[in-house]
């Protein structure tokens, strides 16, 4: 019941961020110890819709949502297969404080960190999803 209610909320996240809701200007995160990058653009009331470049390959990207206070976005990701991802991960920033990022992931009935106390920056505009030759944050290798 879990995995259906994560992907109806996805399912609502694109629609909304398709034309019902107009994004603001587009914003880019950067993570300093990975390859991934993740673009979103917040509505005016406080959602925010965007894509993880979750593979670092500039063009698997997958749907994410969040809200803007405090800054969390929630994922599952999908293979190009069309399969998801074993996990569904939630992104909590400025935890434990400004300029870092925990990251957990669940598979519905447990809650498990993956990383903790990561740096992040932020920079106006569109991501190139072009993965620097780091890892990314679910642990392939560039």
Not at 9 to 31: D, E, K, M, N, R
Not at 61 to 77: A, F, H, Q, V, Y
Request: hydrophobic share 40%.
């Amino acid at each position: 019941m879990k995995k259906f209610a994560i992907c109806t909320i996805l399912v609502l996240g694109v629609i909304l961020y398709s034309g019902a809701a107009t994004p603001a200007q587009a914003i880019c995160i950067h993570f300093t110890n990975f390859c991934d990058q993740i673009q979103v653009a917040p509505d005016s009331y406080g959602n925010i819709y965007g894509v993880w470049g979750w593979l670092c390959d500039s063009v698997t990207l997958t749907n994410i949502l969040g809200r803007k206070k405090p800054l969390m976005l929630t994922t599952r990701p999908v293979f190009s297969s069309g399969f998801a991802y074993y996990y569904t991960f939630e992104f909590l920033f400025n935890q434990p404080s400004p300029g870092y990022f925990n990251m957990y992931g669940t598979d519905g009935s447990v809650s498990f960190p993956v990383q903790l106390t990561q740096p992040w920056t932020k920079t106006s505009g569109a991501c190139t999803f072009a993965g620097a030759n780091k890892a990314s944050l679910v642990g392939k290798k560039r």
